[in-house]
């Protein structure tokens, strides 16, 4: 069945660092939702990309889809404490999000 | 406007029991789905309605069965319960039905803990 993997599983970094984190299906996505989740909340919608190598920026958040929509990356600049918590990515085809980025920012 | 509202938001069953999730949609919205986030994973699709019928079902066993009412409110009834069925149970609500388009806006979740 169809599968959304996201890497890296967890990741941790220094207050002021860069992270991203990277969402790839096995097969091809018609669009692709971020969600955060915060330690003990529910998922909070981020973003939906629809192009092909579509790019979309939310002040410190830059989002990207891939040119095969197979494949999308969340990267934020200089991180912040308040940026804790699970990144998920989300093909809209079967409903299935990918296995999540679990992103903790020490201080 | 109320954003998702689900109920209860803990609850604690033991093997063999039922149980009944409720779950309100955003004012306006005709679709509700269910999922269900085991600790440390990733929500797992289980249901989706929109207009009062199911249109999409994800792999989980017919324990599991929902339904949506007129005012496209939902509940969510798992039967036999197991031990492996205690999670977060997460509704969502999106404004109209299409696989393409959609954004969804989650409830809280009831948290279930089946002893």
């Known amino acids: 069945g169809q599968q959304v993997m996201q890497i890296p599983q967890y990741q941790h970094v220094q207050e002021g660092e860069d992270f991203t984190t990277y969402c790839n299906s096995s097969?091809?996505?018609?669009?692709i939702q971020w969600y955060k989740q915060r330690p003990g909340g529910h998922p909070v919608f981020l973003i939906q990309l629809v192009k092909s190598g579509e790019v979309k920026k939310q002040k410190r958040l830059t989002f990207q889809f891939g040119e095969a929509k197979k494949n999308s990356s969340l990267h934020i600049t200089a991180t912040q404490t308040t940026d804790v918590g699970t990144y998920f990515c989300?093909?809209?085809?079967?409903?299935?999000f990918g296995t999540g980025t679990r992103l903790k920012v020490l201080a | 406007d109320a954003g998702v509202t689900q109920s209860p938001t803990h609850l604690i069953k033991t093997r063999g029991q039922h149980v009944t999730l409720r779950c309100s949609p955003i004012s306006g919205h005709k679709s509700v789905s269910w999922y269900q986030q085991v600790l440390g994973q990733g929500p797992q699709f289980i249901f989706q309605?929109?207009?009062?019928?199911?249109?999409g079902r994800g792999n989980f066993p017919d324990r599991f069965s929902a339904r949506q009412f007129p005012n496209y409110s939902s509940e969510l009834n798992v039967n036999a319960l197991l031990l492996g069925d205690s999670a977060l149970y997460l509704c969502a609500s999106s404004f109209r039905y299409r696989e393409m388009i959609e954004t969804q806006y989650f409830g809280p979740g009831t948290r279930l803990l089946v002893l």
């Open positions: 989300w093909g809209t085809y079967k409903y299935i």
């Open positions: 097969t091809t996505l018609s669009n």
């Open positions: 309605y929109y207009e009062k019928e199911e249109r």
